[in-house]
C-alpha cells in the first residue's frame, strides 16, 4: 500500500467548476505539501501545512491531522488550472531528505 | 534570483555512457536533493543533501553518484547509463531542513533523460 494515496488519478471539469482533490497518508507528518506540475513539466510549491487551512487566491489547503487527510480546493477553476497536483508528506521523525509522494492528480478544466 | 537551475535540459545516452547532470541554486539553501519522476509513480528521491560536504542515499540511490564540494551545487553522476535510469530527473532546494521545519522546496525544470 502506498504511504500516500491520491483521488482521484484523473478529473475533468468544466470551467467555474468548484474541484476538490484529496490526499490520504498513513504516516506520521511533520508537513504536507501540495505541488502543481505545470503540462510543461515545471513543478511549483503551492502550500505547505501541518494544521488547520491555508488559502492562496482560488486555491484553498485543508489538513486534517487525526484523519490524516488532505484536500485542495479550486475555486471558480479556469483552463489555466489544468496540470498535475501531487501531495507530498514529510515523515515525522523520518531522515531528513524522507520527503513521500503521491502519484498525483491529472486536472483538466475545459472552457 | 534565478532559483534553481538544471542543465541539460533534455540528453540522450547509449547504455554505459556516463554523465553528470548539473543543479545549482542561488538561494544560499542548506538542503537539496534529487529525484526522478517515472510514469505511473510518484517522484522517488535519489540523493539529498543537507550542506556542503554531507550527502547521503535516497529511495533509489543506485547506479548514482553526487557531491557537495559547494552550497550552491549540487552534481548527479551517471557513471555507466542504463535504460532503467531512462526519467525525468529534478533537482529541488530549500532552507535548512532541521527534523519538523516546514520550508517549501524550490524545484528546478528539470531534465529529461533517454538511455538507449
Known amino acids: 500500500k502506498n504511504e500516500v494515496e491520491q483521488s482521484p488519478q484523473n478529473l475533468t471539469a468544466q470551467e467555474g467548476e468548484f474541484i476538490t482533490i484529496n490526499c490520504s497518508y498513513s504516516?506520521?507528518?511533520?508537513?504536507l505539501h501540495w505541488l502543481q506540475q505545470h503540462p510543461g513539466g515545471g513543478i511549483v510549491s503551492l502550500f505547505m501545512?501541518?494544521?488547520g487551512k491555508k488559502k492562496h487566491g482560488r486555491l484553498i489547503a485543508t489538513i486534517n491531522i487525526q484523519e490524516k487527510h488532505s484536500s485542495l480546493h479550486i475555486t471558480a477553476s479556469h483552463p489555466r488550472d489544468s496540470a498535475v497536483y501531487i501531495c507530498?508528506?514529510?515523515?515525522?521523525?523520518?531522515?531528513?531528505?524522507?520527503?513521500?509522494f503521491g502519484k498525483g492528480t491529472k486536472l483538466s478544466v475545459k472552457p | 534570483n534565478a532559483g534553481v537551475t538544471q542543465t541539460p535540459k533534455f540528453q540522450v545516452l547509449k547504455t554505459g555512457q556516463s554523465m553528470t547532470l548539473q543543479c545549482a541554486q542561488d538561494?544560499?539553501?542548506?538542503?537539496m536533493s534529487w529525484y526522478r519522476q517515472d510514469p505511473g509513480m510518484g517522484l522517488r528521491l535519489i540523493h539529498y543533501?543537507?550542506?556542503?560536504?554531507?550527502?547521503d542515499q535516497g529511495e533509489v540511490p543506485n547506479g548514482y553518484n553526487v557531491s557537495r564540494s559547494t552550497t550552491e551545487d549540487f552534481p548527479l553522476r551517471l557513471l555507466s547509463a542504463a535504460p532503467s535510469q531512462t526519467s525525468v530527473y529534478f533537482c529541488?532546494?530549500?532552507?535548512?531542513?532541521?527534523?519538523?521545519?516546514?520550508?517549501?522546496?524550490?524545484f528546478g525544470p528539470g531534465t529529461r533523460l533517454t538511455v538507449l
Open positions: 543533501s543537507v550542506g556542503a560536504g554531507i550527502t
Open positions: 507530498a508528506v514529510r515523515n515525522y521523525g523520518g531522515s531528513q531528505g524522507n520527503l513521500i
Open positions: 538561494m544560499n539553501h542548506e538542503y
Open positions: 529541488a532546494s530549500s532552507r535548512s531542513d532541521v527534523l519538523g521545519s516546514r520550508d517549501t522546496q524550490y
Open positions: 504516516v506520521g507528518i511533520s508537513a
Open positions: 501545512l501541518s494544521s
